[in-house]
C-alpha cells in the first residue's frame, strides 16, 4: 500500500557553517559549458593527509561505521587511495561533490554481530571519510561517463584522422575490397562505434540496440563509427538503423551470437549488406557488451521455445524457474562460451530476466518462429498481453460502480461519507443456507437486524441489591469530572447510556460502618474501547475486562448501585437476558479475547496464573536477554538453571554467539545465524527481554524458510558448535541437536494449513509473506490489476493449486452471495483466512483531496473488505492499511477505522488492533502502517509480532488515534533493546553494482536494477546539481541552505534556471510548491538511515515525497532498490513495463512485517489446533445449543468436538469455578437464557470508607 509514515520526516543534517565542506564546495562548480561536456577521468593517486582530512570529516548526522571492526591500525600520518581504471561508466552529468567524495570505495570491513546487511565478502560502496587513515582503497574510477557519442561533439575528429564520409560515398570506397570477400553475404565490419537516439528530449543519448523498436520513441537509432574491410577504412556518422539481424538460431550446435550480430540501414538493407558490430568505443561499451549477453539469452530462449513446440508442449514462464537452465546446460555442456555466459547470472531462475527483457525476446522469436508455432506457447498470455487470466466484468458500466456489500455491513457502514456508494445485494437461499451452518459451526453472530436504540436497563429493588454477592454483575453512576477521572464522558453514535458503568463483583466487604462496599471487574461498553464514538451494532453487549478495583482505595458502596443484572455469558444479541458477554477486553493490549473461566476473577482473587504472575522459565527454552545495559541490543541464550545468592534469584543461561562475530570462516553467515557455545551467564530477571525461537540444521543443508529471514519472525538457528581447545575455539558442525535445547517450529513438518483468500493481493508480497510463516497456503487471489495478477501467478510454484479472481472484490462478491461459486469464486466454508491491504489512497497523506468520488470509493473498500469476512466468516484474517485510516482528535465520529472494528467485534470475532514499523521487522524502509487481525471465538488469536530490529537514531515516539481516556489508540514501541541492528539503505543493496545515470537498461545479475522512466537533458541536469555531501540533500537546502533564504546555499543562480519557477515581484512565494523553501523535491536518500517509503510512481518534484534520488549516483533509485525496501525476493518476478513494476512494488505490503505477521498466525492455530486435541479428552464441557450458549454449569455431556477444525470454548470448560471453600460456595440462581458466575469467597473485611472512583487504566 501506498503511503508515507505519519510520523514527522528526520531532519537533513545540518550544514557546517551554512554550507558545505571546502572540498565539496570547489567540487560543486558549475560545469560552464552545458550539460554535454566531456569529462575524462583517469588513473591517478590522492593522498589525504592530516590537513585536508579535517575538511572531509562526517557530520554529526553520518556516524562512522563500525571503524572498530575495520583492519589495521594508523601507522602513518596520510592515506593512499589507489584509483583504477574500469571499464564501467559513471554518470557524467556532475562531477559536482563526487571528484572525491562519492567515489565507489572497496573497503575489507567486517560488520557488526547485529548488522543485518547482506554479504560482509561484498564490496561495499561507502564514501572517503568512512576509511581509517591507514587503509589502502582500490578505487574503481571508470573511463568515460558520457552519454552522448564523442562524435556528435563540435571539433571531433575521428581516429588516425581518418576522412567522415556519408554512408553512401563509404560504401562506394569500400566496394572494391567487398568485391574480393569469399563470403557468401556481404559484410563490412564497424569498429569504434557507438549507437545513439535522436530525439528532441533526449538528444543524440546512447542507447543499447535491443531498446530498438521495443520500446515507445525508440526507433530512430544512429550509428557513428569506423567501416572496414581489411585495412580500407573510412568513418561514418549519423547513419540510421532500421534492422540488427541476428544468426545462429535454431541449433544447439551454435553456442552464441557474439559474431553473428548485423546492423542495416535503408541503404545497406537494398544493397544487401550487413555491418557486423566488432570492438565499441570506449564510451559505447557499457551499453553494448551488457547487449550480448542479452542476445545470447534471445538466442537459448528461441530455440527452448522451437524444441518444446516439437515435443508438442506449450512454454510457461515457470519453465524458466529450473528447467530452462537444465536444458541449457544439458545442451551447451563444456562450451567455453557458454560457460563464460552462464557464469554472469547468479542463479537458475531466469524468469526475472526473461520479463526484464521480454519485447526484445518476443521481438527476436518472431523474427526466426512462423507465427503460429511462437503463440502456441502460453508464456505471452502470461507475460506479454496478461491474458491468461480473464477478468470479470458483471457490474454495469459506470465510471465509479458502487461497492458491493451485505446488509449487516451496510447498516453499520451507511452513515460514513462514502455510504451513498455501498449497494446492498440480497443473499441467494444457497448462500444464506451456507453460511448460517458455518456461523453455527464457529459460534459466530447470525445475521440479525441492527440495535437502533439505547438499551433499556433496569433498576434493582432494595432488596436485590442487599443480597448482591460475589458473581453478580452490577451498574453504577460513571465517576463525574470533579472525581478527577480521565474519562471523558461521549456519545457514540446510537448509543446515549453513558452515564452508567456496569462490574463484575469480585469480593464483598463491610466497613468499620457496617457499610457493604465491593471490589469488582469493571465491564467496557464499546464506546469506552477501540469502538470509540462509532455505531455498534448491539446496544445488549458488555466486554469484561483486565480492568479491576482491587487495589484502589476507592470502593463502590452498596449505596451507589443501580442495579444487578442477567448477563448471558457467551450469547449473542438475540439473547433472552438484559444483557450479555462473549469477549473479553484487554485494555493494555487493545485486543478482545474470547470470555475465559480466568478472566472471571481478576489477578487478585484468582489462583489461576497468569501473565501477572511470575513467569517460570523452562531449562532448555530460549531467551533474549540484554548482557549489556549501556548497549541497545539483546542476545539469544539458553536457559539453564536458577540459583539465589546473597537473597536474589539469579538464572543461569548459556550463550549462543553470533556464528559472523566469533567464526573468523563465517563473516558472511546470516545474523541470526548462532554457535552452541560453552560459554554460560548469570543474570537478574530485568535482564530478560522475552522468549525466542532457535532450531539446529546440518551445515550445509538449505535453511528453510522463514528461518533464512535473517531474524525476522524472532527466529535463529544453529549448525555448528564451540569446541575449547588449547588456543583459540574451534567451530564444528552439529552432529546431532543438543539433547537440552528445546527447538523451535519444523517449517517442514506436515501442518494442516489454513485454506487463504488473498484480497487487494497486488503482485502478492503481502501473500507470499504470510505463507512464509509456514501457516496459511493462499488458494485463492483477488485484484482488478491485470498486471498484478499476472505477477502474483507468476510466482507462485505450483499455479494449479492458486485460483486467481481477475476483477473488482465488488465482481467476486456478487458472484458469491447470488451463489456462482466456481474454482476462483470459493464456496462458503472453504475460506479458512483472508488478508487484504486494501487501496491506500483514501487515507493517505499523499493524497491532497480525500473527498473526491474516486478516494470515497477507496475508502469504502474497507466496508468491502468487512462484508467479505461478514459472508465468509473465516476463522482468521488481517487488514493493512495506512496509519491515516485512524483519526485523529478531530472527526472521530466519522472514523473508518472505528467503525470497523465495530463491525468485526459486533460478528463476534476476536480482534486486535497494533501499529507497527516495517523496520521494526528487517525492512530497510521507513513505513508504519497499521494491522488489524481477528479469529473467530475459541480460536487462540495472534500475539503482535515481536519488534526484532532497532529503531534508527532519532526515532521519536509516535501515537495514533484517541480514547476516551485521552490516550493513543496505539503507540509505537520503543524497546529497551532488540537482537538486531536496522538494515539501512546502503546495507540492504550493498551487492547491486553501480550503475550510474541508468541509461543503459542492463543489468545481468540484477534484471530489475534499471529506472523506471527515461530521464530527459532537462532532468538530468536538476539532479546533476542535487550535491552528494552531506548525505540527503535536497532542491531547498541546495538553493536555500540553512537561513532558507534563496542563494544561501551551494546551487549557484545559473543552476537554480535548472528548475521550473516563475520570476516576479513576488520573489520565491509565487513559485511552485517544489521549489519553495520548505519543499522535499529533488532530495537524495540517506544512506545511512532507511529508504523512505515506495510508493506507486516516482516524481521528482514531489514537494511531499520528493526524497527519491540515490545518494550517491544521479538518477532516482531502481526497481530493483525499491523491491529490496519492500522485501521483495532476488527471484521474485515482476511483470509490465517498468513503471508498471514500480507501481505494484509500491501498492505491496512490506515482506518482513508479512513473515513475522505469518509466523504469528501459524504459532496461533498450532496453538489451536493442540488445545482443540486436548479438549477431545476432557469429559464435561458447559451445555450448548444454536446461537449461543445456555444453561448451568453443573449440566455435564459428552465432549464437544471441534466443528471444521475449530477449537470449543476453553471457558465452557472452566466456566465460574474459581478455587474456594467449598462450604462458602453459594448455588447459582438459574435465570431462563442467562447465566450468572458461580458465587467466590464471601469477604469479611474492615475497610476505610473513602469516596468512589474509578482507577483510569494506567
Given amino acids: 500500500m501506498e503511503d508515507s509514515s505519519d510520523e514527522p520526516v528526520q531532519e537533513p543534517p545540518v550544514l557546517i557553517n551554512g554550507n558545505i565542506t571546502e572540498q565539496e564546495s570547489q567540487a560543486a562548480a558549475p560545469l560552464g559549458a552545458g550539460l554535454k561536456a566531456v569529462q575524462s577521468w583517469q588513473t591517478a593517486v590522492l593522498t589525504l593527509n592530516d590537513s585536508n582530512r579535517s575538511a572531509i570529516q562526517p557530520s554529526d548526522h553520518e556516524p562512522l561505521p563500525h571503524l572498530d571492526s575495520l583492519e589495521g591500525t594508523p601507522s602513518s600520518d596520510d592515506t593512499v587511495i589507489e584509483l583504477v581504471k574500469s571499464d564501467l561508466i559513471p554518470s557524467p552529468s556532475r562531477l559536482a561533490t563526487s571528484s572525491s567524495r562519492s567515489s565507489t570505495v572497496k573497503v575489507s570491513e567486517v560488520d557488526d554481530a547485529v548488522s543485518t546487511s547482506r554479504s560482509t565478502e561484498t564490496s561495499r560502496a561507502t564514501s572517503l571519510d568512512w576509511c581509517p587513515s591507514s587503509a589502502t582503497l582500490s578505487v574503481e574510477i571508470p573511463e568515460s561517463v558520457q552519454l552522448v557519442p564523442r562524435s556528435c561533439y563540435q571539433g571531433f575528429q575521428p581516429p588516425d584522422d581518418l576522412l567522415t564520409l556519408p554512408e553512401w560515398k563509404a560504401v562506394q570506397t569500400l566496394s572494391p575490397a567487398l568485391a574480393e570477400s569469399t563470403q557468401d553475404f556481404d559484410e563490412i565490419l564497424l569498429d569504434d562505434f557507438a549507437i545513439y537516439l535522436d530525439k528532441e528530449r533526449c538528444s543524440q543519448e546512447m542507447r543499447s540496440v535491443h531498446q530498438l523498436n521495443t520500446k515507445i520513441g525508440h526507433?530512430?537509432?544512429?550509428?557513428?563509427?569506423?567501416?572496414?574491410?581489411?585495412?580500407?577504412?573510412?568513418?561514418?556518422?549519423?547513419?540510421?538503423?532500421?534492422?540488427?539481424?541476428?544468426?545462429?538460431?535454431?541449433?544447439?550446435?551454435?553456442?552464441?551470437?557474439?559474431?553473428?550480430?548485423?546492423?542495416?540501414?535503408?541503404?545497406?538493407?537494398?544493397?544487401?549488406?550487413?555491418?557486423?558490430?566488432?570492438?565499441?568505443?570506449?564510451?559505447?561499451?557499457?551499453?553494448?557488451?551488457?547487449?550480448?549477453?542479452?542476445?545470447?539469452?534471445?538466442?537459448?530462449?528461441?530455440?527452448?521455445?522451437?524444441?518444446?513446440?516439437?515435443?508438442?508442449?506449450?512454454?510457461?514462464?515457470?519453465?524458466?524457474?529450473?528447467?530452462?537452465?537444465?536444458?541449457?546446460?544439458?545442451?551447451?555442456?563444456?562450451?567455453?562460451?557458454?560457460?563464460?555466459?552462464?557464469?554472469?547470472?547468479?542463479?537458475?531462475?531466469?524468469?526475472?530476466?526473461?520479463?526484464?527483457?521480454?519485447?526484445?525476446?518476443?521481438?527476436?522469436?518472431?523474427?526466426?518462429?512462423?507465427?503460429?508455432?511462437?503463440?502456441?506457447?502460453?508464456?505471452?498470455?502470461?507475460?506479454?498481453?496478461?491474458?491468461?487470466?480473464?477478468?470479470?466484468?458483471?457490474?454495469?458500466?459506470?465510471?465509479?460502480?458502487?461497492?458491493?456489500?451485505?446488509?449487516?455491513?451496510?447498516?453499520?457502514?451507511?452513515?460514513?461519507?462514502?455510504?451513498?456508494?455501498?449497494?446492498?445485494?440480497?443473499?441467494?437461499?444457497?448462500?444464506?443456507?451456507?453460511?448460517?451452518?458455518?456461523?453455527?459451526?464457529?459460534?459466530?453472530?447470525?445475521?440479525?437486524?441492527?440495535?437502533?436504540?439505547?438499551?433499556?436497563?433496569?433498576?434493582?429493588?432494595?432488596?436485590?441489591?442487599?443480597?448482591?454477592?460475589?458473581?453478580?454483575?452490577?451498574?453504577?453512576?460513571?465517576?463525574?469530572?470533579?472525581?478527577?477521572?480521565?474519562?471523558?464522558?461521549?456519545?457514540?453514535?446510537?448509543?446515549?447510556?453513558?452515564?452508567?458503568?456496569?462490574?463484575?463483583?469480585?469480593?464483598?466487604?463491610?466497613?468499620?460502618?457496617?457499610?457493604?462496599?465491593?471490589?469488582?471487574?469493571?465491564?467496557?461498553?464499546?464506546?469506552?474501547?477501540?469502538?470509540?464514538?462509532?455505531?455498534?451494532?448491539?446496544?445488549?453487549?458488555?466486554?469484561?475486562?483486565?480492568?479491576?478495583?482491587?487495589?484502589?482505595?476507592?470502593?463502590?458502596?452498596?449505596?451507589?448501585?443501580?442495579?444487578?443484572?442477567?448477563?448471558?455469558?457467551?450469547?449473542?444479541?438475540?439473547?433472552?437476558?438484559?444483557?450479555?458477554?462473549?469477549?473479553?477486553?484487554?485494555?493494555?493490549?487493545?485486543?478482545?479475547?474470547?470470555?475465559?473461566?480466568?478472566?472471571?476473577?481478576?489477578?487478585?482473587?484468582?489462583?489461576?496464573?497468569?501473565?501477572?504472575?511470575?513467569?517460570?522459565?523452562?531449562?532448555?527454552?530460549?531467551?533474549?536477554?540484554?548482557?549489556?545495559?549501556?548497549?541497545?541490543?539483546?542476545?539469544?541464550?539458553?536457559?539453564?538453571?536458577?540459583?539465589?545468592?546473597?537473597?536474589?534469584?539469579?538464572?543461569?543461561?548459556?550463550?549462543?554467539?553470533?556464528?559472523?562475530?566469533?567464526?573468523?570462516?563465517?563473516?558472511?553467515?546470516?545474523?541470526?545465524?548462532?554457535?552452541?557455545?560453552?560459554?554460560?551467564?548469570?543474570?537478574?530477571?530485568?535482564?530478560?527481554?522475552?522468549?525466542?525461537?532457535?532450531?539446529?540444521?546440518?551445515?550445509?543443508?538449505?535453511?528453510?524458510?522463514?528461518?533464512?529471514?535473517?531474524?525476522?519472525?524472532?527466529?535463529?538457528?544453529?549448525?555448528?558448535?564451540?569446541?575449547?581447545?588449547?588456543?583459540?575455539?574451534?567451530?564444528?558442525?552439529?552432529?546431532?541437536?543438543?539433547?537440552?535445547?528445546?527447538?523451535?517450529?519444523?517449517?517442514?513438518?506436515?501442518?494442516?494449513?489454513?485454506?487463504?483468500?488473498?484480497?487487494?493481493?497486488?503482485?502478492?508480497?503481502?501473500?507470499?509473506?504470510?505463507?512464509?510463516?509456514?501457516?496459511?497456503?493462499?488458494?485463492?487471489?483477488?485484484?482488478?490489476?491485470?498486471?498484478?495478477?499476472?505477477?502474483?501467478?507468476?510466482?507462485?510454484?505450483?499455479?494449479?493449486?492458486?485460483?486467481?479472481?481477475?476483477?473488482?472484490?465488488?465482481?467476486?462478491?456478487?458472484?458469491?452471495?447470488?451463489?456462482?461459486?466456481?474454482?476462483?469464486?470459493?464456496?462458503?466454508?472453504?475460506?479458512?483466512?483472508?488478508?487484504?491491504?486494501?487501496?491506500?489512497?483514501?487515507?493517505?497523506?499523499?493524497?491532497?483531496?480525500?473527498?473526491?468520488?474516486?478516494?470515497?470509493?477507496?475508502?469504502?473498500?474497507?466496508?468491502?473488505?468487512?462484508?467479505?469476512?461478514?459472508?465468509?466468516?473465516?476463522?482468521?484474517?488481517?487488514?493493512?492499511?495506512?496509519?491515516?485510516?485512524?483519526?485523529?482528535?478531530?472527526?472521530?465520529?466519522?472514523?473508518?477505522?472505528?467503525?470497523?472494528?465495530?463491525?468485526?467485534?459486533?460478528?463476534?470475532?476476536?480482534?486486535?488492533?497494533?501499529?507497527?514499523?516495517?523496520?521494526?521487522?528487517?525492512?530497510?524502509?521507513?513505513?508504519?502502517?497499521?494491522?488489524?487481525?481477528?479469529?473467530?471465538?475459541?480460536?487462540?488469536?495472534?500475539?503482535?509480532p515481536v519488534q526484532t530490529h532497532s529503531h534508527p537514531l532519532n526515532t521519536r515516539e509516535h501515537g495514533i488515534g484517541w480514547l476516551p481516556n485521552g490516550q493513543h489508540m496505539a503507540s509505537r514501541e520503543m524497546p529497551a533493546a532488540t537482537p538486531f541492528k536496522f538494515v539501512s539503505a546502503e546495507e540492504a543493496t550493498a551487492d547491486l553494482p553501480p550503475i550510474y545515470d541508468a541509461k543503459p537498461d542492463i543489468c545481468v545479475p540484477f534484471p530489475d536494477h534499471r529506472s523506471t522512466y527515461g530521464m530527459s537533458d532537462l532532468l538530468r541536469a536538476r539532479i546533476s546539481v542535487i550535491p552528494t555531501r552531506p548525505w540527503g540533500m535536497n532542491f531547498s537546502q541546495a538553493w536555500f541552505g540553512d537561513r532558507k533564504v534563496g542563494g544561501s546555499g551551494t546551487m549557484t543562480a545559473a543552476e537554480r534556471e535548472f528548475f521550473i519557477g516563475t520570476k516576479g515581484s513576488g520573489g520565491e512565494g509565487k513559485q511552485p510548491m517544489s521549489v519553495q523553501p520548505y519543499s522535499g523535491s529533488y532530495g537524495r536518500m540517506f544512506p545511512n538511515r532507511l529508504f523512505e517509503t515506495v510508493v506507486t510512481r516516482q516524481t521528482l518534484g514531489d514537494a511531499k515525497n520528493g526524497r527519491l534520488l540515490h545518494w550517491r549516483e544521479n538518477r532516482p533509485v531502481t526497481i530493483m532498490e525499491a523491491r529490496r525496501a519492500q522485501g521483495f525476493l532476488d527471484e521474485d518476478v515482476l511483470l509490465g513495463d517498468p513503471p508498471a513494476q514500480y507501481r505494484i512494488v509500491g501498492n505491496s505490503v512490506a515482506r518482513q512485517p508479512a513473515v513475522a505477521l505469518g509466523v504469528t498466525f501459524r504459532e496461533a492455530w498450532v496453538a489451536s489446533l493442540r488445545r482443540n486435541r486436548e479438549l477431545q479428552r476432557v469429559n464435561s464441557c458447559a451445555g450448548r445449543e444454536e446461537g449461543g450458549f445456555t444453561g448451568d454449569v453443573s449440566v455435564t455431556c459428552e465432549p464437544v468436538k471441534m466443528q471444521d477444525g475449530m477449537d470449543t470454548l476453553e471457558g465452557q470448560l472452566k466456566a465460574f469455578t474459581p478455587a474456594t471453600d467449598s462450604t462458602l460456595q453459594q448455588s447459582m440462581d438459574i435465570t431462563t437464557g442467562s447465566k450468572r458466575p458461580r458465587s467466590a469467597n464471601l469477604v469479611i473485611e474492615l475497610l476505610e470508607s473513602s469516596k468512589r472512583q474509578r482507577p483510569n487504566p494506567f
Fill in 219 to 944: 526507433n530512430d537509432f544512429y550509428f557513428d563509427g569506423i567501416l572496414r574491410i581489411g585495412e580500407t577504412r573510412t568513418y561514418v556518422r549519423r547513419v540510421p538503423i532500421i534492422a540488427v539481424p541476428i544468426g545462429n538460431y535454431g541449433s544447439i550446435s551454435y553456442h552464441t551470437v557474439r559474431d553473428n550480430i548485423w546492423l542495416q540501414s535503408p541503404l545497406s538493407y537494398k544493397r544487401g549488406l550487413y555491418y557486423r558490430p566488432g570492438k565499441p568505443a570506449k564510451e559505447y561499451a557499457r551499453f553494448f557488451y551488457p547487449f550480448l549477453w542479452v542476445a545470447d539469452l534471445a538466442k537459448h530462449f528461441v530455440d527452448f521455445l522451437s524444441i518444446m513446440a516439437e515435443n508438442e508442449r506449450s512454454v510457461s514462464i515457470h519453465h524458466f524457474r529450473s528447467t530452462f537452465a537444465a536444458w541449457m546446460k544439458k545442451s551447451h555442456k563444456e562450451s567455453p562460451e557458454f560457460l563464460s555466459w552462464i557464469s554472469q547470472h547468479p542463479s537458475d531462475d531466469y524468469r526475472t530476466s526473461i520479463a526484464a527483457n521480454i519485447g526484445f525476446l518476443h521481438k527476436e522469436t518472431l523474427g526466426v518462429l512462423d507465427h503460429q508455432e511462437a503463440y502456441s506457447h502460453a508464456i505471452w498470455a502470461e507475460i506479454w498481453d496478461f491474458q491468461s487470466y480473464k477478468s470479470i466484468t458483471s457490474q454495469p458500466k459506470t465510471d465509479i460502480p458502487p461497492t458491493i456489500v451485505t446488509q449487516y455491513i451496510y447498516d453499520c457502514f451507511e452513515h460514513l461519507p462514502f455510504g451513498d456508494r455501498l449497494l446492498v445485494v440480497p443473499l441467494s437461499s444457497r448462500t444464506t443456507e451456507l453460511r448460517n451452518r458455518l456461523i453455527r459451526q464457529r459460534h459466530l453472530e447470525l445475521p440479525s437486524k441492527l440495535h437502533q436504540t439505547t438499551k433499556d436497563i433496569s433498576t434493582a429493588a432494595q432488596e436485590r441489591v442487599k443480597n448482591i454477592r460475589p458473581g453478580d454483575t452490577i451498574s453504577t453512576h460513571r465517576d463525574g469530572a470533579e472525581s478527577g477521572t480521565m474519562w471523558k464522558r461521549e456519545l457514540s453514535k446510537g448509543f446515549s447510556d453513558v452515564d452508567r458503568w456496569f462490574a463484575l463483583v469480585q469480593s464483598v466487604h463491610v466497613d468499620r460502618d457496617g457499610v457493604r462496599i465491593f471490589d469488582v471487574i469493571w465491564y467496557y461498553r464499546p464506546v469506552d474501547t477501540l469502538c470509540g464514538l462509532m455505531k455498534y451494532p448491539w446496544n445488549n453487549e458488555l466486554f469484561l475486562s483486565d480492568h479491576c478495583s482491587c487495589s484502589e482505595k476507592v470502593k463502590i458502596e452498596e449505596s451507589e448501585v443501580l442495579g444487578v443484572h442477567d448477563v448471558d455469558f457467551w450469547g449473542t444479541s438475540a439473547t433472552g437476558a438484559e444483557l450479555f458477554c462473549r469477549q473479553t477486553y484487554l485494555q493494555e493490549e487493545r485486543r478482545w479475547v474470547t470470555v475465559d473461566g480466568k478472566h472471571l476473577q481478576c489477578r487478585h482473587t484468582s489462583p489461576i496464573p497468569d501473565d501477572h504472575m511470575p513467569l517460570k522459565y523452562q531449562p532448555g527454552k530460549t531467551y533474549l536477554l540484554r548482557l549489556n545495559l549501556k548497549g541497545p541490543f539483546s542476545e539469544p541464550c539458553e536457559f539453564m538453571h536458577t540459583t539465589g545468592e546473597a537473597g536474589r534469584r539469579l538464572y543461569h543461561f548459556r550463550r549462543l554467539l553470533r556464528r559472523r562475530q566469533v567464526d573468523p570462516n563465517a563473516r558472511d553467515a546470516r545474523p541470526n545465524e548462532l554457535v552452541y557455545s560453552e560459554q554460560t551467564c548469570k543474570v537478574s530477571r530485568d535482564r530478560i527481554m522475552g522468549p525466542c525461537s532457535v532450531r539446529c540444521f546440518q551445515d550445509g543443508e538449505k535453511i528453510p524458510t522463514p528461518y533464512d529471514r535473517d531474524g525476522t519472525g524472532n527466529l535463529f538457528y544453529i549448525t555448528h558448535r564451540q569446541v575449547m581447545v588449547d588456543g583459540p575455539s574451534a567451530y564444528v558442525p552439529l552432529e546431532e541437536a543438543p539433547p537440552s535445547l528445546h527447538q523451535g517450529f519444523d517449517p517442514l513438518q506436515k501442518l494442516q494449513k489454513l485454506r487463504g483468500m488473498d484480497l487487494f493481493c497486488g503482485g502478492g508480497n503481502f501473500g507470499r509473506g504470510l505463507e512464509d510463516g509456514g501457516g496459511i497456503e493462499m488458494k485463492w487471489a483477488n485484484d482488478y490489476d491485470s498486471k498484478a495478477i499476472h505477477t502474483y501467478m507468476a510466482n507462485v510454484r505450483n499455479p494449479e493449486d492458486v485460483h486467481p479472481f481477475l476483477g473488482s472484490i465488488d465482481d467476486l462478491q456478487r458472484l458469491a452471495i447470488q451463489g456462482s461459486f466456481a474454482d476462483n469464486v470459493p464456496l462458503i466454508g472453504d475460506v479458512d483466512f483472508v488478508s487484504g491491504g486494501s487501496p491506500c489512497p483514501g487515507f493517505s497523506r499523499l493524497t491532497n483531496d480525500k473527498t473526491t468520488a474516486a478516494q470515497r470509493k477507496n475508502q469504502s473498500l474497507v466496508a468491502a473488505f468487512a462484508s467479505f469476512v461478514d459472508l465468509y466468516r473465516p476463522k482468521y484474517g488481517v487488514l493493512e492499511n495506512v496509519p491515516g485510516m485512524v483519526h485523529k482528535k478531530d472527526d472521530r465520529d466519522r472514523d473508518v477505522f472505528s467503525q470497523l472494528i465495530c463491525s468485526l467485534v459486533g460478528l463476534g470475532y476476536q480482534t486486535q488492533f497494533f501499529y507497527m514499523d516495517a523496520s521494526s521487522c528487517g525492512s530497510p524502509q521507513r513505513r508504519s502502517r497499521i494491522f488489524i487481525v481477528f479469529a473467530a471465538p475459541g480460536l487462540e488469536l495472534p500475539d503482535k
